[in-house]
């Protein structure tokens, strides 16, 4: 698995070269994500736009990045594919991130 | 195996969380053969999904050398799929469909494990949890409207 962040106007922008973000990953991801912010990254754009697939186990990596951001900068999410939103709407958890159709649009929203 | 009543198929896996994508490849190939549209063929995967990872990380306790098995029933009006583990059964109290509130402003709601059932009962038309003996089945079904 791989993962990759880059920095792009002011935000770390975090990638996977992944189509699923699943129980077999996402441990990997989380630690991934957490090691960003404790090296100082509060503002984060997570692109799922290679992930055709996730899990309640991928769904709760990014819940526990936000709950670890405490509330300072901030997490959004960019790019999700069909299935992927479908889970986001189905479990609420449209409320509690923004999601942008783009990477581009998360950074400038 | 195929009956009076339609077809079956079993698959067996060990149990490691990256086998589970095994089983989510066959689920998505045999829902192609049925009328269910996109959106459920993905929401039948993610079930599926979400059962055979709840025996791997809780029956068996993330233990790799155990046995999942998983039964595809097809018929022309109905999915059933049963995934079954011989690990630890699923406490009485988990069984419930209740689902988890989401509040943006109560960052204690905000819980990153435990939406995996209900995200089942949610999705798939009925849902059983059954014990023969040592051996502990979900049993989901999804209707084909035609």
């Known amino acids: ?109 | 195996m195929t009956d009076d009543q339609g077809q079956a198929l079993r698959l067996e896996i060990d149990s490691e969380l990256a086998n589970t994508t095994l089983i989510a490849m066959a689920i998505r190939g045999l829902c192609a053969m049925t009328a269910l549209s996109p959106v459920e063929v993905n929401r039948v995967e993610l079930c599926v999904v979400e059962i055979v990872n709840n025996a791997i990380e809780h029956a068996y306790g993330h233990e790799k050398g155990h046995k999942v098995e998983t039964v595809v029933h097809l018929e022309p009006a109905a999915l059933t799929v049963t995934v079954s583990d011989w690990g630890k059964p699923v406490a009485e109290s988990k069984l419930e469909s209740a689902s988890l509130p989401v509040d943006p402003d109560d960052p204690a709601l905000w819980l990153s494990s435990g939406r995996g059932l209900p995200i089942v009962h949610s999705l798939m038309d009925s849902v059983h949890y059954q014990r023969d003996g040592d051996k502990n089945s979900f049993i989901m079904c999804k209707y084909i409207k035609g």
């Open chain 1, 1 to 109: 698995m791989a993962f990759e962040a880059i920095n792009k106007a002011g935000y770390t922008v975090v990638s996977m070269d992944e189509t699923r973000l699943d129980a077999a990953i996402s441990e990997s991801f989380r630690i991934y994500l957490f090691d960003q912010i404790d090296s100082g990254s509060d503002r984060v754009v997570i692109d799922l736009g290679s992930v055709r697939f996730m899990d309640s186990s991928g769904l709760g990596t990014l819940v526990a990045t936000l709950k670890k951001m405490g509330g300072q900068g901030a997490l959004k999410l960019a790019a999700p594919q069909p299935a992927v939103l479908d889970l986001f709407n189905l479990t609420s958890m449209d409320k509690l991130f923004t999601i942008s159709p783009t990477v581009a649009e998360a950074i400038e929203g």
